[in-house]
C-alpha cells in the first residue's frame, strides 16, 4: 500500500498535481529545506561558552545573558526521563514557552538525528533558525560527555530506544 501510495504520489508530481504541501507533508522527498547541522564539538563549545558566561555574570554580581541558541531534546517522556545532555529543554518545555525564544538557533536532538531532523523541517517552515544535532545523544556519548536527569542530577544513564546501538561502558543502556 505504502509502496502504492508513493508511486501514485510520484506520478501526480510528474504531471504538476501534487500539492503544494507536499514537501512538507512527506518530510521532505521533494527536496525540502536544507537543514544545517551541528557537531559534537560546535555543541559542545556552545554550551562551555554559555556556562562561563553564567559563571562569569554570577561572580561578578549580574544577570547571566541570554544565549543565542536553545537545545532542545525531541525524544519521547520515556527517553528523556532517564537523561538529557546538560543545557537542554524538552520538546514540551520548548512548544509550550515557544516566544521565550524567538530569535534563537534552535538546535534539536533525538538519538541518532532523525526524529530532530524532521522537528528541525517543520521548525524551518514557521520560519525558526535551526541546526540539527545529527548523530544526537549517540555521538554525544561516544565522546564520553556529560548527561543529566531532568532536574539536573549527574547520570550515567541513556535511553538509546533500542539495543541495537552500542554504547560507551562508561554508561547505562536503557532500553524501555
Known amino acids: 500500500m505504502i509502496r502504492n501510495g508513493w508511486l501514485g504520489l510520484v506520478a501526480l508530481a510528474f504531471c504538476g498535481l501534487a500539492s503544494p504541501a507536499a514537501p512538507a507533508?512527506?518530510?521532505?522527498?521533494?527536496?525540502?529545506?536544507?537543514i544545517e547541522t551541528i557537531s559534537t564539538d560546535q555543541l559542545q563549545a556552545l554550551l562551555k561558552k554559555q556556562q562561563q558566561a553564567v559563571a562569569s555574570a554570577k561572580a561578578s554580581g549580574g544577570e547571566?545573558?541570554?544565549?543565542n541558541f536553545v537545545l532542545v531534546d525531541v525524544r519521547?517522556?520515556?527517553e528523556?526521563?532517564?537523561s538529557i545532555i546538560p543545557g537542554a529543554i524538552t520538546k514540551k518545555q520548548y512548544e509550550a514557552?515557544?516566544?521565550?525564544?524567538?530569535?534563537?538557533?534552535?538546535?534539536p536532538y533525538c538519538t541518532v538525528g532523525g526524529?530532530?531532523?524532521?522537528?528541525?523541517?517543520?521548525l524551518v517552515a514557521k520560519g525558526v533558525t535551526v541546526k540539527n544535532y545529527k548523530g544526537s545523544i549517540l555521538k554525544w556519548i561516544d565522546a564520553e560527555?556529560?548527561?543529566?536527569?531532568l532536574d539536573g542530577k549527574p547520570t550515567n544513564r541513556v535511553h538509546t530506544y533500542s539495543d541495537r546501538y552500542k554504547i560507551p561502558?562508561?554508561?547505562e543502556q536503557v532500553t524501555q
Not at 25 to 34: A, D, M, S, V, Y
Open 115 to 122: 526524529r530532530s531532523g524532521a522537528y528541525a523541517k517543520q
Open 76 to 78: 519521547s517522556d520515556a
Open 64 to 67: 547571566a545573558p541570554p544565549a
Open 145 to 149: 560527555l556529560p548527561l543529566v536527569t
Open 25 to 34: 507533508q512527506f518530510g521532505g522527498f521533494f527536496g525540502g529545506p536544507k
Open 169 to 171: 561502558s562508561k554508561y
Open 80 to 82: 528523556v526521563n532517564v
Open 97 to 107: 514557552n515557544r516566544q521565550d525564544y524567538q530569535g534563537r538557533t534552535v538546535i
